[in-house]
């Protein structure tokens, strides 16, 4: 059966005076029609740069798509469209809410004008008819007294409501495909919730699939079926929300998990900190990215870089503690 969207042996590169960035290194995973999948990861792990890369948004030069990846999205190769295909999927097949909510939006255009933007673009609306469901999506996303606000302009609003805002411009075509990059960045801990929540009840509604990208394993516990942990530009676990929380494999996804604070213990807890710094993507190590940084680390580790291992029902990890001579404790 044919995928939905299909990721396949992703490479992205930046050039800058210092040399080749090699920010995505061979990303490959797949998601259905209607499925919520999440990519988590730290900061630089190639996350935000692998979504943007779904979406068209990647600036060449300084970046650079290598020859070879591929982005099938409903068995077509997206990566070789013209701009006008371009045009046409953005927006309409698949649209993305960014985490700078302010940045992102217009601050000399109002808010109605700005959402009615999006439906003029892709639809044959009026303007009477696009203001008109301007404010039919800025109430579906609970901005209140909508009438009023829509001639304000982002400035007058909160970050949770701007937020809101994104995600109403975001839906405006009612995309089958919605990317949220790290929506909750910069929000408390209730308005976090409020987003989370919020793009539940969309995506269950709309029936759209949904790619949550954050940093945090802890937001995504409730909204993703299947997640996808990134470090260092590649995949190095993949599996359900219960693989990932309850049967973990790879020691990256240990030690995130082990950073998150438990509500369900009243025991003294001591956070997981990852020791070290991350390697130069400039010149990737010839091993396991992970290894410099791993108490479980084995000679074998830095010498090559490990297979992606599969284990019951898609769970998969790519780290060298899973092959069989490791298990007989040959560290060669």
């Known amino acids: 059966m044919e995928k939905f969207l299909e990721v396949k042996n992703l490479r992205v590169s930046y050039h800058s005076y210092a040399g080749e960035v090699q920010s995505v290194r061979g990303v490959s995973f797949s998601i259905d029609a209607g499925q919520s999948v999440a990519i988590v990861g730290e900061s630089g792990c190639g ?61 000399t255009m109002t808010i109605g004008n700005q959402v009615a933007e999006k439906l003029l673009i892709h639809t044959s609306m009026s303007r009477a008819e696009a203001w008109e469901e301007a404010g039919r999506l800025l109430k579906l996303v609970g901005i209140p007294n909508p009438e009023k606000r829509m001639k304000q302009y982002p400035h007058e609003f909160s970050g949770g409501q701007r937020q809101r805002i994104m995600i109403a411009i975001a839906l405006a075509c009612q995309p089958r495909l919605l990317i949220a990059d790290e929506p909750t960045t910069a929000l408390d801990v209730t308005i976090q919730a409020d987003i989370i929540d919020l793009l539940k009840d969309i995506q269950k509604e709309f029936g759209m699939a949904v790619i949550m990208i954050t940093h945090d394993l802890g937001i995504v516990a409730n909204i993703a079926k ?16 219960q693989d990932i929380f309850y049967r973990p494999r790879h020691p990256y996804t240990k030690a995130l998990l082990r950073a998150v604070p438990r509500l369900d213990t009243e025991e003294e807890q001591s956070l997981e900190s990852i020791e070290g710094t991350p390697p130069n993507m400039i010149d990737p190590p010839a091993g396991c990215a992970f290894s410099t940084r791993c108490a479980q680390c084995m000679r074998i580790c830095q010498k090559s870089e490990p297979p992606m291992f599969e284990f019951e029902d898609g769970h998969t990890a790519q780290c060298w503690l899973y092959h069989p001579m490791a298990a007989q404790g040959n560290e060669e």
């Open 226 to 241: 299947k997640i996808i942990v990134m470090y260092a530009g590649k995949v190095v676990e993949t599996g359900s929300s």
């Open 47 to 107: 996350k935000s740069v692998t979504a943007k890369t779904i979406m068209g948004l990647i600036q060449t030069p300084p970046g650079e798509i290598k020859e070879g990846s591929q982005i099938l999205f409903e068995g077509r190769d997206i990566l070789s469209q013209t701009p006008e295909q371009w045009q046409e999927y953005r927006g309409k097949d698949c649209a993305i809410i960014f985490q700078d909510a302010l940045a992102a939006l217009n601050p």
